[in-house]
């Protein structure tokens, strides 16, 4: 993906620096070309002869991220194919003529899947609780079965930066597990490959570029409100962390990029026994000597 280097250079070359609000426009609209770039090229998100379907919510990410990548695509030295898909899952009053018209006037192909998922989540989900589970399977199925049978080569989803930190901690909360989004994944069937271009996006940034592109937001009404969804709270969590110490999310999601397997605990990543047996070596914390330590702390 070296190629596309000289995309994210002209990319990211700007003027001098200015306060005026076209200004400032044009320099949130570079900052985040240039993260998907950079991200795109990190992670070899495409490649040459990539049909790459963009799955379109009609939310502020996925928009963002089919018109990030539609102008990736028009100055990228490699080529590749995008098809936006929506999923209309048969939700009560979805206006379904507002992506069909937005993606003809942006001479996007793109196709529309319909699939009741909205009758089987309700059906099986008692009211109240959270249906996010259930329907991001149904919708993952459906797109998953489009993408082989026309040919996909790469799916690209709209999670960012913000996402992944969220889905971190509730993967270690809840799971046990240190786990989060990668921004780039083969499915477990080995068949699909994932994409995350806005993985390096930051959630605020990208609210302000769909207000300033005007997207014609489609809400998510399954749901409902359902304001103590754990994510919710995760995500809560870390804005107050960012207004006491502003830096810290980048400092985690940076951090899932500089693991240290050794320095953890899972003897599936690292083999801890190898190095004391291969130099003859003794523990350098006894197991009576950490008993101790932790009954003093206690």
Known sequence: MGVLSTCLAVMSAHPAH??????????????LRH???????DFSMIEDGDRVMVCLSGGK????????LQQLQAKAPVRFELIAVNLDQKQPDFPEHVLPEYLTARG???????????????RVIPVGKTMCSLCSRLRRGALYSWAAANGITKIALGHHRDDILATFFLNMFYQAQLKAMPPKLRSDDGRHVVIRPLAYCRESDIAEYAVQQQFPIIPCNLCGSQDNLQRKAVQRMLAEWEQLQPGRSENIFR????????????????DFAAPSAQSGATPLWPADAADETAATQA
Not at 18 to 31: G, H, I, K, N
Not at 35 to 41: E, L
Not at 62 to 67: A, R
Request: glycine share 2%.
């Open 35 to 41: 993260q998907v770039g950079q991200a795109v090229m």
């Open 255 to 270: 951090a899932l990029a500089h693991v240290s397997p050794s320095h953890l605990a899972d003897r599936t990543l690292f």
């Open 108 to 122: 996007v192909p793109f196709h529309i899947i319909e699939q009741d998922t909205y009758s089987t989540v309700t």
């Open 18 to 31: 200015s306060r005026t609000p076209a200004a400032e426009a044009d320099r949130l609209a570079r900052r």
């Open 61 to 68: 990410d996925s928009y963002t991220l089919l018109d990030m």
